[in-house]
């Protein structure tokens, strides 16, 4: 057990997918995995661990944003021994070809600022995915004929912007949408040397305001979860 954490040592996999969504954990859990037995419910953060095609997979939630995300990430990795980490979550389309329901391969992830930023000081630290997950999770997605788009993504400290500007000069630059965990959990799997990948289901478009409602974020990313399931196992 940790701090936030309540599963024995064994009871988590080396394999976690974190939505930051706790129901879509469970949602998740009991869907796509067998045997699945709820591991964790400290502060109501679901965790489930269960088996996919043979393999031990944890699926557990991360929270909103970058702090909370560092505090699971990190006693996961140090505390429990996951090795592999792929974030499946919801973001805000930016571009014009990235559409509500696409779903976007973070090859990397910038930021105003991480958890991370106080150590890293002065330097501008490019978090970028892990190559094998990433090519992986590509091939998984092209082979299901699902519309993907790989590249930059912006993890945010906000979700109510008031910088419009802020937005024009990202989307200006090719970033494809926003979310906000994915830069912390890079530059904490380059921390520990693990895997980690950020697979994001656009969930609502910055520009044109088509949006998901809450339930279909926690239950209709089903796509996504399955390219993060076999990416992790390629
Ligand atoms: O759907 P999740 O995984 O929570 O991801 C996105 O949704 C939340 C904001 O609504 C933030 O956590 C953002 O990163
Ligand atoms: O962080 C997020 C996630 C989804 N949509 C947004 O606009 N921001």
Redesign the pocket.
Known sequence: MTIHIGAKPDEIAETVLM???PL?AEWAAKTFLTDAVCVNRVRGMLGFTGIWRGQRVTIHG?G??MPSLSIYANELIRDYGARTLI?????GGYQPHTLVRDVILAQAACSVSTPSSTILREVNYAPIADWGLLSAAYRAGQARGTRLHVGNIFSSDT?YTERADHTEQLTRHGVLAV???AAELYILAARYGVRALAILTV?DHIVTGEELSADQ?ERSFGEMIEIALEAAFA
């Open positions: 939505p930051g969504d879509r991360s909103m944003g974030r499946v979550g919801s973001a979700f979310e906000m965990e969930s974020r």
